[in-house]
């Protein structure tokens, strides 16, 4: 079993621990890490025989551990690429969620989805279980065509409302209200799980590596890899949905209550609170479940099962 995921096992046991560590993890600051750093930092923990059992009270073997969580893949050992580490996340979707929060046209719509879904699918993929599989290359054709056609269909269905006012030319506040207030953080968390579910669509497809206590792999298990996907496919819908609807409900609020004088300045509130909410998502949509997965006994496969007397399996989830 790798460091990072005996960290998790050690240090990611309830939803509030998880949180800090990721809201520790999630620093800006620490793409500035570069690569040789990173793998001196890798060795130094794995050099350490001595995992964390229990809460880590040093400093410096928990920035030790926070660098590899945020720049190191647990199923490849690899380092990511440095715009798909988990740090880099926020600052490349803010503004995207922000420019595709205030589009009036289909068209512009559709082009900032597109780019929306596209980074995001990348990400998902990249950050996903990295269980290796026969017939790797053609595999890699298959993610490919798979999250080309998720991330059209994503973004033809949230640019659809627009299209469909402008198309009719429909003028009622009503109609406005549910295209541009109501509709967008339900499509957009529905699209963003649907993106997840597509593009990691194989690893229930084919399963994914399950260990026992000890970090032995037993076994491949479709089971593991479908509840993996569905996870992290809830917790992405709950990322952006959230990030959509809870500045619109906050805005009104602002609104109503004329906390905001000059109407030029309810665009800056807007930007911030928007910035503000996708802030403390993230960590909570990271830590709503455990990034070592476990499953049970009785939810694997019975040709997995004949190979083992253990009741309590794991797995990376992935992000």
């Excluded at 005996?6 to 600051?29: H, K, N």
Aim: net charge positive; hydrophobic share 45%; aromatic share 10%.
């Amino acid at each position: 079993m790798d460091a990072n995921l005996r960290f998790w096992r050690a240090e990611g046991q309830s939803f509030f621990r998880r949180f800090l560590v990721w809201a520790d993890a999630l620093d800006p600051l620490l793409l500035l890490k570069s690569s040789n750093e990173i793998k001196r930092t890798r060795l130094l923990i794995q050099i350490n025989e001595k995992m964390p059992s229990e809460p880590i009270q040093n400093n410096q073997t928990k920035q030790a551990f926070l660098l590899s969580l945020s720049s190191v893949h647990p199923d490849t050992d690899k380092i990511i690429p440095v715009l798909f580490r988990p740090p880099a996340f926020m600052p490349i979707t803010l503004p995207l969620v922000i420019v595709s929060s205030v589009q009036r046209h289909a068209r512009h719509s559709l082009f900032w989805q597109f780019v929306f879904h596209t980074y995001t699918t990348a990400f998902t993929l990249i950050n996903g279980n990295g269980t290796p599989k026969a017939e790797e290359y053609s595999l890699q054709q298959k993610q490919l065509f798979l999250g080309l056609g998720a991330i059209s269909y994503s973004a033809c269905v949230g640019a659809l409302p627009l299209a469909f006012v402008n198309r009719f030319a429909l003028k009622s506040s009503l109609m406005q209200l549910v295209v541009r207030k109501l509709l967008p953080a339900p499509l957009l968390g529905l699209t963003s799980a649907f993106t997840v579910a597509v593009v990691r669509s194989l690893e229930f497809e084919n399963g994914i590596e399950v260990m026992d206590r000890n970090g032995k792999v037993i076994g491949v298990s479709k089971k593991a890899g479908e509840k993996a996907v569905m996870e992290t496919a809830m917790s992405r819908a709950v990322l952006f949905g959230t990030t959509f609807f809870l500045p619109e409900v906050l805005m009104y609020c602002v609104q109503r209550a004329r906390f905001v004088k000059n109407p030029r300045a309810l665009g800056p509130v807007r930007m911030f609170v928007i910035m503000s909410v996708l802030a403390g998502m993230l960590p909570v949509s990271f830590s709503m479940f455990p990034q070592c997965g476990e499953i049970k006994r009785a939810d694997l496969e019975p040709e997995i099962l004949s190979s083992t007397e253990e009741t309590e399996f794991f797995y990376n989830r992935g992000i």
